[in-house]
């Protein structure tokens, strides 16, 4: 460490071992950011090619004499990138003269400057580089275009930088400047990588806070089956109270009216009235079943099922009727379609089961409001549980209602 914090010369440069064996990792934030104020006061000099600094042991020729140059500052680059991940930390706390005054004025120093060719290649790469760290950081403090609070992705300027520094490596025939190049773009690709990683973690539990969990509809068939990865991800005891929630958001995205109803009791987990444009309203009753193994509709869900329709349907008086009882969860058992019809022939309503990956293929389908009556209509003429197969109509009504209207706005504008 006393090496880096003594450098009066060239030759002190050339002299230092490979960042690997100082082991930055060992020190603390702040001894590593005074190890990057070194470094920079070493390296200036050298960047200006101050000829107090010129002098290297064992050099006579004017050639010599800028390899040594060259070779210095690329030795300084791999020292300075390194101790940069290790402190910035702690320029970024405010115990520091701050992390903006650091990085965005000294680039401007060294990018301004004039020394030669061989000094400009190298201020220029570690201008560039700068530039790429201080925009990796601000990407993690802006975030990612897709939530809206940046019109551009900040990512974008890291990839610009690393693609500058890639052109002005190439300017130079020099193999120290080639290898600089390199020190400088792994170590900014390093630290983009890992400011993409925070960012992505930051716009997540951003978009969370804002959508409450906003639907994923890949992981819809995951909830419903109870998958590793769903169960992981929320805890065994949340899965159930989680598809609930996917199922209420998904068919208010189609449209529907949701009213969720009590958990823990013996009733359906939501009530939703039909969008309407297309014949009268109606009410479905929506039960959500969760389960590892496949949905068999065991005898006490079809009894809660059953009473609940029997108790609620005399009371909807201020609701559009009740034209369908629809239980949505995982792949169903053998035994599923003969319950579900046992149980559709029993009530004075119809009771269909659909697959929640149905569900998925269905809203994925439709970019807008279902066809109320074509969904209702598809649903009664389906066999117990619904196929892929079943939801082509509804589908099929969708894109022609869509289809005659873009023609009808379309002869609008033309007249």
Same mark, same amino acid.
């Given at each position: 460490?006393?090496?880096?914090?003594?450098i009066?010369?060239?030759?002190?440069?050339?002299?230092?071992?490979?960042?690997?064996?100082?082991?930055?990792?060992?020190?603390? #934030?702040?001894?590593?950011a +005074?190890?990057?104020?070194?470094?920079k006061?070493?390296?200036?000099?050298?960047?200006?090619?101050?000829?107090s600094?010129?002098? @290297?042991?064992?050099s006579t020729?004017?050639?010599?004499? !800028?390899?040594?140059w060259?070779t210095?500052?690329?030795?300084?680059?791999?020292? &300075?990138?390194? @101790?940069?991940?290790?402190?910035?930390?702690?320029?970024?706390?405010?115990?520091?003269?701050g992390?903006?005054?650091?990085?965005? #004025?000294? !680039?401007r120093?060294?990018?301004?400057?004039?020394?030669?060719? #061989? @000094? *400009?290649?190298?201020?220029?790469l =570690?201008?560039?580089?700068?530039?790429?760290?201080?925009?990796?950081?601000?990407?993690?403090?802006?975030?990612?275009?897709?939530?809206?609070?940046?019109?551009?992705? $900040?990512?974008? $300027?890291?990839?610009?930088?690393?693609?500058?520094?890639?052109e002005?490596?190439?300017a %130079?025939?020099?193999?120290?400047?080639?290898?600089?190049?390199?020190?400088?773009?792994? %170590? =900014?690709?390093?630290?983009?990588?890992?400011?993409? +990683?925070?960012?992505?973690?930051? +716009?997540?539990? &951003?978009?969370d806070?804002?959508?409450? +969990?906003?639907?994923?509809?890949?992981?819809?068939?995951?909830?419903?089956?109870?998958?590793?990865?769903a169960?992981?991800?929320?805890?065994?005891?949340n899965?159930?109270?989680k598809?609930?929630?996917?199922?209420?958001?998904? &068919?208010?995205?189609?449209?529907?009216?949701?009213?969720?109803?009590?958990?823990?009791q013996r009733?359906?987990?939501?009530?939703?009235? %039909?969008?309407?444009?297309e014949?009268?309203?109606?009410t479905?009753?929506?039960?959500?079943?969760?389960?590892?193994?496949?949905?068999? =509709?065991?005898?006490?869900?079809?009894?809660?099922?059953?009473?609940?329709?029997?108790s609620?349907?005399?009371?909807?008086r201020t609701?559009?009727?009740l034209?369908?009882?629809?239980?949505v969860?995982?792949?169903g058992?053998?035994?599923?379609?003969?319950?579900?019809?046992?149980?559709? &022939? #029993?009530?004075?309503?119809?009771?269909?089961?659909?697959?929640?990956h149905?569900?998925?293929?269905?809203?994925?389908?439709?970019?807008?409001?279902?066809?109320? !009556?074509?969904?209702?209509?598809?649903?009664?003429?389906?066999?117990?549980v619904i196929?892929?197969?079943?939801?082509?109509?509804?589908?099929?009504?969708?894109?022609? *209602?869509?289809? @005659?209207?873009?023609?009808?706005v379309?002869? =609008?504008?033309?007249?």
């Amino acid at each position: 460490m006393g090496m880096l914090q003594s450098i009066t010369g060239v030759a002190d440069v050339l002299r230092l071992p490979p960042p690997s064996q100082i082991r930055y990792e060992t020190y603390s #934030d702040q001894q590593c950011a +005074d190890l990057v104020e070194a470094i920079k006061e070493a390296w200036l000099p050298i960047l200006e090619r101050r000829e107090s600094w010129q002098s @290297a042991e064992g050099s006579t020729s004017p050639e010599e004499i !800028q390899v040594s140059w060259r070779t210095a500052s690329f030795m300084l680059a791999q020292h &300075f990138s390194v @101790a940069l991940q290790y402190g910035e930390a702690a320029f970024r706390s405010s115990g520091r003269r701050g992390w903006h005054p650091f990085l965005k #004025d000294w !680039q401007r120093e060294i990018l301004t400057a004039e020394f030669g060719f #061989d @000094a *400009a290649i190298e201020r220029r790469l =570690l201008s560039e580089f700068c530039m790429g760290w201080w925009d990796s950081f601000f990407m993690e403090v802006v975030g990612s275009a897709a939530m809206g609070r940046t019109p551009v992705g $900040f990512d974008l $300027f890291v990839f610009w930088t690393l693609e500058c520094i890639s052109e002005v490596s190439m300017a %130079s025939p020099c193999v120290e400047h080639a290898r600089m190049a390199h020190v400088l773009s792994r %170590s =900014l690709a390093r630290r983009s990588r890992e400011a993409v +990683d925070r960012r992505d973690k930051a +716009d997540i539990e &951003f978009r969370d806070s804002v959508w409450r +969990d906003a639907l994923s509809l890949d992981e819809l068939p995951d909830l419903a089956s109870r998958g590793e990865k769903a169960v992981e991800k929320y805890g065994d005891k949340n899965v159930e109270s989680k598809f609930e929630e996917s199922l209420n958001l998904l &068919f208010q995205g189609l449209g529907f009216m949701v009213i969720p109803t009590r958990q823990g009791q013996r009733r359906v987990d939501m009530i939703c009235i %039909s969008p309407g444009g297309e014949g009268d309203p109606y009410t479905i009753l929506v039960e959500a079943k969760s389960s590892h193994r496949g949905y068999a =509709l065991p005898t006490k869900d079809a009894r809660a099922v059953a009473e609940y329709v029997q108790s609620v349907r005399g009371r909807l008086r201020t609701l559009p009727p009740l034209r369908l009882v629809l239980i949505v969860g995982p792949e169903g058992a053998k035994t599923l379609t003969g319950k579900v019809k046992e149980l559709d &022939f #029993d009530l004075p309503v119809p009771v269909r089961y659909m697959p929640a990956h149905i569900l998925v293929l269905l809203r994925k389908a439709l970019q807008g409001v279902i066809p109320a !009556q074509s969904f209702l209509k598809a649903m009664i003429a389906a066999d117990g549980v619904i196929t892929a197969k079943a939801i082509d109509p509804v589908i099929a009504s969708y894109r022609s *209602a869509n289809a @005659a209207h873009s023609e009808f706005v379309s002869r =609008l504008l033309e007249g």
